[in-house]
């Protein structure tokens, strides 16, 4: 438990309806009251409970602002300790003038985090459940927020919960075996272990498959838009953005080169990359050239290859379809209001029909169509049964993937007979790296890493 009370703003910074402050530590009700101008004393009222009132300058006793204040009590609340939040009016000033007053009381500014991390570290909620958090913040889609809310609230933890006890179980029954080696068991036993691990990893697998789709909701399909000048790029990239703008980020220490375009289709998020000084065309090949585009295309998960279809395939077109063979594309005719001059049997050689969408930009045909490719060549309908938890944070991964060859490790040298006891080291080492997962045994410059990822006041 913590001995310090800690303050910060915890809604967006700038002018808006309502600003909240947070203070969490054991003088958070205390010194809050010292502030506080209500019908009730803070210290007497009941927990969780909404009390009117102004915020006073102590000294001068004059009225700063009007508030609405929260109490919620330990341990129910987000960091376990008691916790106060002050409803204030949106706005710089306002919400300034109160941080001002609570800094010059028995409470600090909060780190980046550290409510959440002090969740954490009071045990209320683990790594994954933290990480879940971070990731809620920052989803730009409906479907990555439901994800990262499932994290939240536990889905990952179960999991990994279920497969650490089948493991725990293991080391019981090899433990029982070393004890009683008289017992004749071994074969037993080296089955027993075969079995589980054969088990654990199987789950393993499925999480790990999931990771695929995970990162895809977390950060998006990076897709490159491809094709000769003239033939529709940008009239799509345009549309596409007008309709379906998400989020505009920058990311930091790249912002020079390239600029990432979120848009959200279907509930899939695109990533467009979008390379600096084309930003107003929005052009992501043309001003590129054929050397440059290449490498967008090596980078994409997506490529969309935008044909005009009232222009017969040129030999450029067929040397990137033979380029790109292989690759996840969607190939576009655009400009179908004009007369069709495209040989669909080449096309077909290519490409199934699937994956051919004939549309015409200009008169805002076929979007839909597009839009539906997009989904059918990333969820293929699976995703939308709802109760799948996904792995999608890299750290989660690395030791899923640990512990699976931890695992492999403990059944190959079961399969052959070595000693149990030089067995039971791999799968203790299995366990521990699934509780990594959970925040179990990490250190603490993980954990301060991992946090320090938060924006203030979470
Ligand atoms: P880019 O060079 O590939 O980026 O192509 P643009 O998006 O700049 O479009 C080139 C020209 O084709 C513009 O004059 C557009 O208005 C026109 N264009 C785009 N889509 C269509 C379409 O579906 N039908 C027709 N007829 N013209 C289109
Ligand atoms: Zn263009």
Known sequence: MFSDTIAAISTAVGEGG????????????????????????LTQVASHTVHYGHIVDPETRENLEEVLVTVMRAPRSFTTEDVVEISAHGGVISVKRVMDLLLQLNIRLAEPGEFTKRAFLNGRIDLSQAEGVIDLIRSKSD?????????????????????????????????????????????????????????????????????????????????????????GKSSLLNTLAQDNRAIVTDIPGTTRDVIEEFVTINNIPLKLLDTAGIRETMDVVEQIGVERSKHAVSEADLILLVLNASEPLHQDELELMEQIRGRQC?????????????????????????????????????????????????????????????????????????????????????????????????????????????????????????????????
Not at 201 to 225: F, H, N, P, S, V
Not at 344 to 357: A, G, K, S, W
Not at 402 to 418: N, P, R, V
């Open 18 to 41: 309502i600003a909240i402050i947070r203070v969490s530590g054991p003088d958070a009700v205390q010194e809050v009251e010292r502030i506080f101008n209500s019908k009730n004393k």
């Open 143 to 231: 479907r990555a927020f439901s994800v990262a809310l499932k994290q939240v609230e536990g889905s990952l933890s179960r999991k990994i919960n279920e497969l650490r006890h089948i493991l725990v179980e293991t080391l019981a029954h090899i433990e029982v075996n070393i004890d009683y080696p008289e017992h004749d068991v071994e074969s037993l036993t080296s089955a027993f272990i075969r079995e589980k691990s054969k088990l654990v990893m199987d789950e393993i697998d499925k999480l790990l498959k999931t990771a695929q789709e995970g990162k895809i909701l977390r950060e998006g399909i990076t897709t490159a838009i491809v094709g000769r000048p003239n033939v």
């Open 330 to 458: 969607i190939v576009i005719m655009n400009k179908m209001d004009l007369p069709s001059q495209l040989d669909l049997d080449i096309l077909h050689r290519y490409y199934p029909d699937e994956l051919i969408v004939p549309m015409s930009v200009k008169a805002e045909e076929g979007i839909d169509r597009l839009e539906e490719a997009i989904s059918n060549l990333f969820f293929s309908g699976q995703i939308e049964g709802g109760d799948l938890t996904y792995v999608s944070n890299v750290r989660h991964i690395a030791l899923l993937k640990k512990s699976k060859q931890s695992l492999q490790d403990a059944y190959d040298a079961a399969e052959q007979f070595i000693p149990i006891d030089m067995i039971q080291i791999d799968v203790r080492l299995a366990w521990e790296q699934l509780s990594e997962i959970l925040g179990e045994a990490v250190g603490d410059s993980l954990i301060d890493q991992i946090f320090s990822q938060f924006c203030l006041g979470k």
